[in-house]
Nanobody, 125 residues
């Protein structure tokens, strides 16, 4: 069974950092494009950052460019989202998701097939 599990969320002060992890089980990530998404209370889910299956291409929402970095290590079957200079408006539940091959790109608006359960990120003083 294909499963994605996020971890690394928590409470952090404005300006702080967190690193989210997305670990896959039941399948290898090598051929799957991966995205990080978030949903704040009362708001629609938005794409934060997406990475190609090879890791060679990435895409970021304008609101996180220069602050967040997505990366992956297919040998470890894990994708990360490094979040720096966090702001209160980054508060949300963060989800990772995967797209079935053959799609391998970075289009966050693509339909994603597998979703994790989410991890809460709260930025507050």
């Amino acid at each position: 069974q294909l499963q994605l599990v996020e971890s690394g969320g928590g409470l952090v002060q404005p300006g702080g950092s967190l690193r989210l992890s997305c670990a896959a089980s039941g399948f290898t990530l090598d051929y799957y494009a991966i995205g990080w998404f978030r949903q704040a209370p009362g708001k629609e889910r938005e794409g934060v950052s997406c990475i190609s299956s090879s890791g060679g291409s990435t895409n970021y929402a304008d609101s996180v460019k220069g602050r967040f970095t997505i990366s992956r290590d297919n040998a470890k079957n894990t994708v990360w989202l490094q979040m720096n200079s966090l702001k209160p408006e980054d508060t949300a539940v963060y989800y990772c998701a995967a797209v079935d091959p053959p799609y391998s790109g970075t289009y966050c608006a693509h339909e994603y097939d597998y979703w994790g359960q989410g991890t809460q990120v709260t930025v507050s003083s």
